[in-house]
């Protein structure tokens, strides 16, 4: 029954912080960007990484007590959106990195451009 809790708890965090995210994204879909095109995979992909992570947190950590167990699965929740940011980021090439700075500047009036 804890490992139940700990999944629901952790995947329900993880598609809340998702959901915000991803601006409400309910299905997976591809999307196109320039030539390159991207998986999103949705919230329900979302939802099975933080009950994930929440299991993996209660395995490694063994909290006793409902309310231990539900803290431990909200910050796994919350950690199984990060873990897959971090390693997205350190996939990116040098030149993508470059062309991500580029795009973050001009929405935030940060550089000028010099043609």
């Known amino acids: 029954m804890e490992l139940l809790i700990a999944f629901l708890v ?13 601006g409400g994204t309910l299905l997976p879909y591809i999307k196109k960007v320039g030539k390159k095109r991207f998986f999103v995979p949705g919230l329900l992909v979302d939802f099975f990484i933080g009950g994930a992570a929440a299991l993996a947190a209660i ?22 959106l990060t873990y897959l940011a971090k390693n997205a980021l350190s996939k990116a ?15 935030v009036g940060g550089k000028d451009e010099k043609k």
């Open 93 to 107: 090439t040098d030149a993508d990195l470059k062309a991500i700075d580029e795009e973050y500047q001009k929405l």
């Open 59 to 80: 395995s490694f950590f063994e909290p006793v007590g409902y309310a231990k167990i539900v803290g431990t699965s909200v910050l796994a929740g919350f950690n199984g």
């Open 10 to 22: 952790g995947g329900m965090t993880n598609l809340a912080v998702a959901s915000k995210m991803e």
